[in-house]
């Protein structure tokens, strides 16, 4: 099967990891919330104040116990949505609960997007004369790759919600981070 699929790179954002319900991730990764009603209402804003309905978010993974905010996301707000299982997701529960949605496409595998490799989990062995930049989610509190510059071989960029301060970040927003000329 072509894993090559196309869309407006520049109307593109990217997240993963939310772990939606799952009050341990507080503790575990040092979330910087009181409770779990906070994390997921934190969370969810700023994926609602950050993503209009012209955009595509890509869900790079393990949404969580709680999947109603992604229905939220998808009925109240059309957002169109691609979502990459993660290790944690349950692709019987996200197909029934979403998978019927009009727009929503869902992956049990990378995917490739242009230039971009998207994953739940770092593609390991990406040499830096490789093209393709790898987005992945997975690694939570492991800054794999964010920080490093394109022109020094980085060919990663980690979306998990710790890393990107709990919010969607655009491609352009990559881009400039790892100052990657689009």
């Known amino acids: ?5 196309k869309y407006d790179l520049d109307h593109c954002y990217f997240i993963s990891d939310t772990h ?7 503790r575990v990764f040092h979330r910087p919330f009181n409770n779990i009603d906070e994390m997921n209402n934190t969370i969810y804003n700023n994926i609602v104040n950050t993503v209009s309905k012209n955009d595509t978010l890509f869900f ?5 116990s709680n999947l109603e905010p992604f229905e939220r996301l998808i009925v109240e707000k059309n957002i169109k949505l691609v979502w990459i299982l993660g290790n944690h997701d349950d692709p019987d529960t996200i197909n029934s609960l979403i998978g019927g949605y009009n727009g929503i496409k869902i992956y049990d595998n990378p995917i490739m997007v242009g230039g971009l490799w998207l994953s739940h989990e770092p593609i390991e062995c990406i040499l830096p004369e490789c093209p393709y930049l790898n987005i992945h989610g997975h690694t939570h509190l492991l800054n794999y790759g964010n920080g490093g510059k ?21 491609l352009n927003d990559i881009a400039k981070q790892i100052e990657y000329s689009l």
């Open 150 to 170: 394109w022109l020094n071989g980085n060919r990663y960029f980690n979306v998990s919600v710790e890393a990107i301060n709990y919010k969607p970040i655009s």
């Open 20 to 26: 939606f319900g799952d009050k341990i991730m507080i």
């Open 60 to 64: 790079l993974g393990d949404g969580g």
């Open 1 to 5: 099967m072509d894993r090559r699929i």
